[in-house]
């Protein structure tokens, strides 16, 4: 798919980041951070972007994906505070610590329109899920709360399994009983690595709405 983004290039100090944002608001798509289960929550447009944004992601291990999900239309119905997301691979090092300082930075940015490749990100998936059953699997999403903003950090393989997760979704979702009414329904979940000892699974609950209009 094509997605239409903008596209950042600030400094900290010496180093020259590379950060994209979609060009427009996704403003029917609403997300909680998971403590431990969050939800996030969608109609068409805004799971078929967050698909493909992090189909996007898992082939850039060099740029940070930005989506500012507290821009959209507040949902009525969920639980938490609204955050904002950001994608970077486990690699590039960002301290969510640093994301303020560096957000401030962005400026006006430039125009982008970047394909992703379907086949490739259909293929890393399974090559992850694949890898899961192994007794020494850790290619696991881990995910950090700062500054209303979650942050998803991630290998290629894991951002591109959760990339057919939001496709499935986007697919599966409407066409589950209700969905044509507005009532919301859950399409899928999306974990990431879980907390030491034991406890409650992380994960985001991702539910399809369809907009009332």
Known sequence: MRLNLTEFRPRTGPREHRVVRPRHTLRHTSLTAPEPI????GDHDGLRQLAG???FAASSRHTIVHVPLRD???????WGERV?????????GLRPSKWPGLRRALGSGVPLSVGTDEARTRDDAEAWRRRQTYADFRDELRHATHARTLFLFGSRDAFARTAVELAWADDWGPRQKGADTGASVLATAVST???PGGGHPYEL?????????
């Open 38 to 41: 969050g939800l996030l929550l």
């Open 193 to 195: 690595k879980q907390p």
């Open 53 to 55: 944004l992090f189909s």
């Open 205 to 213: 609950l991702v539910c399809f709405r369809k907009p009332v209009r």
């Open 72 to 78: 959209g239309i507040p949902p009525d119905e969920g």
């Open 84 to 92: 904002d997301l950001v994608l970077a691979h486990h690699a590039y």
